[in-house]
């Protein structure tokens, strides 16, 4: 999903477009990574290792793609409400901002779900889905029934809680009125862990009663944190108060190596409820994706040479599609032959990226591009009356 930041001019309150090439090339990094991890699990989760290095850490930690998208919406969605609100400015117009949101989200998601149900139903001669299911994936409130519903898509699961952010957004920004920024971002910290621990207790206490309640590990307001680390690192950016850009990029690329490096060897920490990994984990990565975040918004030349390059950007630009087709290409690819165990890790990706890229640009191309609503010229201001000559 590339993005732009939009923040409100503070003199006017009016709505302006800019665009920051490095994040748009980061939201290239969290879908390709994203992308790596299922191609390297189809292809059987192959230890490879590059000039002794073990990758396979990198690859393994591909889901964390979806952490750093969360980090970015924060950043480029819920900083210019923030702003305002710490400000006292006007807020950004809501009707404007549910509109470019349903532009930006709902025709491509919509029309992935109408072909891989249609295909599904030239298959098997019937709809795949019951009509509960089908109205809880077309309005995104699957994350909010009282029982699980079958996806056609795997990667559905983070979209309602992207969704759920921005219904929440105006009134969670409602905290930076009496806090610092910095003592709402600790607040959330410790309310998003609280929750968590209250997820695992529920599958102490209650079993198999307390799954469901225990799935909202993985939606809000579990992953709040993350989205507010994102908002945290805009207002610094607005306010210019990263001094040390590369450092703190460096300093969270580190961070989130090293977390790589830790969970390749936990396993399936949310599946298994292992702690204390289900409990800090995403607050680890909030503040490690904050701090790339922001240190690549603020500009230099590693942010241009790592996240601002041509290749990055253009992926970047189709991400949002490159997304929500990677997973179930993957798919006709293994029945083809062309990913898996036997064709390996280096055809399973080649074939992968290819079949990808084309699907999402034609995806972008179609139902993307034509719905992005143009940002709004700022009025000009008013000639100043000429004087007459004396």
């Known amino acids: ?75 480029l969605l819920g900083a210019p409400f923030a702003r305002a609100v710490h400000d006292g400015l006007p807020r950004p117009d809501l009707g404007r901002f549910w509109r470019r949101r349903i532009g ?66 105006p009134l969670l920004v409602l905290l930076f009125r009496r806090l610092k920024p910095w003592q709402v971002f600790a607040t ?9 621990f209250a997820c695992v207790g529920a599958i102490e206490h209650w079993g198999e009663d307390g799954i469901r309640f225990y799935t909202t590990i993985l ?20 306010k210019a108060r990263v001094a040390r850009p590369r450092v703190a990029m460096l300093a969270g690329m580190a961070l989130v190596l090293v977390m790589a490096a830790l969970l390749s060897g936990v396993g399936d920490f949310i599946g298994e409820a292992k702690l204390p990994w289900v409990v800090l984990c995403y607050s680890v990565l909030a503040v490690a994706f904050g701090l790339i975040v922001a240190g690549a918004a603020s500009g230099g030349k590693v942010a241009r040479v790592l996240f601002a390059n041509p290749p990055l950007r253009a992926a970047g630009v189709i991400s949002y599609s490159l997304y929500l087709w990677h997973f179930p290409i993957l798919g006709w690819l293994r029945e083809a032959g062309w990913a898996g165990r036997d064709a390996g890790f280096a055809v399973s990706l080649g074939s992968a990226l290819l079949a990808t890229v084309v699907v999402s640009a034609l995806s972008w191309r179609l139902l993307e591009r034509p719905f992005h609503t143009p940002p709004r010229p700022p009025e000009k201001a008013p000639a100043a009356p000429a004087r007459e000559a004396p």
């Open 1 to 75: 999903m590339s993005e732009s930041l939009h923040s409100s001019a503070e003199a006017a309150g009016e709505r302006v477009r800019i665009e920051i090439p490095a994040l748009t090339g980061l939201r290239g990094v969290a879908a390709l990574w994203v992308l790596l991890f299922h191609t390297w699990q189809t292809a059987g989760a192959p230890r490879i290792e590059w000039l002794g290095v073990p990758v396979w850490h990198v690859l393994s930690a591909g889901w964390m793609g979806v952490d750093l998208f969360f980090v970015l919406s924060g950043f």
């Open 104 to 169: 930006r989200v709902v025709p491509a998601y919509w029309g992935q779900l109408l072909v891989l149900a249609g295909l599904a139903w030239w298959v098997d001669g019937s709809w795949p889905l019951t009509l509960w299911e089908t109205l809880a994936q077309f309005t995104l409130t699957e994350n909010l029934l009282p029982v699980f519903q079958e996806s056609l898509n795997p990667v559905y699961w983070s979209l309602p809680v992207e969704w759920d952010f921005y219904v929440l957004l």
């Open 188 to 196: 959330v910290i410790v309310f998003s862990v609280a929750w968590r």
């Open 219 to 238: 939606q809000l307001p579990s992953r709040l944190d993350e989205f507010f680390a994102g908002i945290l690192a805009g207002l610094a950016v607005g």
